[in-house]
């Protein structure tokens, strides 16, 4: 069971998809990724995302409601990969989820590191991601009060969590950082116990 809702709007039940359906997914999430190496999230539009996905835009509308619905499935699909090896208890553990990202972004460096140097700190697609990992720092925190700091109120110790990580992201990728490097400043600034 999955205890985070997904924020995408999809319209179809994600858990008994068709392999069509499945096909299809993937081709516009692909063509997404692969847009966004290319340009700014901000100058994708849903016509460009059917244009490389050779699919027409009456089929995209039958899955998404607009290209902001795109991203967020693409951003739970992401979180699923994060979650998906943990037992449910583990699911709102901060460490471990800080840990499986760490891995991918080594699998993926190329392509991440392709991402952000079209869509720079402060683009639309860079507080998209922020605002979506705020909504999962929050669910963290809530499920794990022991993380909380006392003296700070929770929506802007998780604002501050969810901005520091993706900067850090952005300063460490690009400098060909490692995971095990990047966990080192994410100690340091505890970010990761």
Not at 37 to 66: G, H, Q, R, W
Not at 76 to 92: A, G
Not at 95 to 114: Q, T, W
Not at 143 to 156: A, C, T
């Amino acid at each position: 069971m999955d205890y985070y809702p997904k924020l995408t709007r999809m319209k179809y039940d994600i858990e008994h998809l068709t392999l069509g359906k499945k096909r299809t997914l993937k081709a516009m999430t692909s063509a997404l990724i692969a847009l966004l190496k290319k340009k700014e999230f901000s100058d994708i539009s849903v016509t460009e995302i059917c244009e490389a996905c050779m699919l027409p835009k009456s089929t995209f509308y039958n899955y998404f409601d607009d290209k902001y619905d795109l991203l967020n499935f693409f951003f739970d699909t992401l979180r699923y990969y994060v979650i998906s090896s943990y037992s449910p208890s583990k699911y709102y553990e901060a460490e471990a989820s800080v840990d499986k990202m760490l891995e991918g972004i080594d699998l993926y460096h190329d392509e991440i590191l392709a991402v952000i140097r079209r869509n720079p700190l402060g683009s639309e697609f860079y507080w998209l991601l922020s605002n979506y990992l705020f909504i999962m720092y929050e669910r963290v925190l809530q499920k794990n009060p022991s993380y909380i700091i006392d003296e700070l109120p929770g929506d802007i110790q998780t604002r501050i969590g969810a901005q520091t990580f993706l900067t850090v992201l952005y300063w460490a990728i690009p400098a060909g950082k490692t995971a095990a490097e990047i966990k080192s400043v994410m100690q340091i600034t505890s970010l990761h116990k």
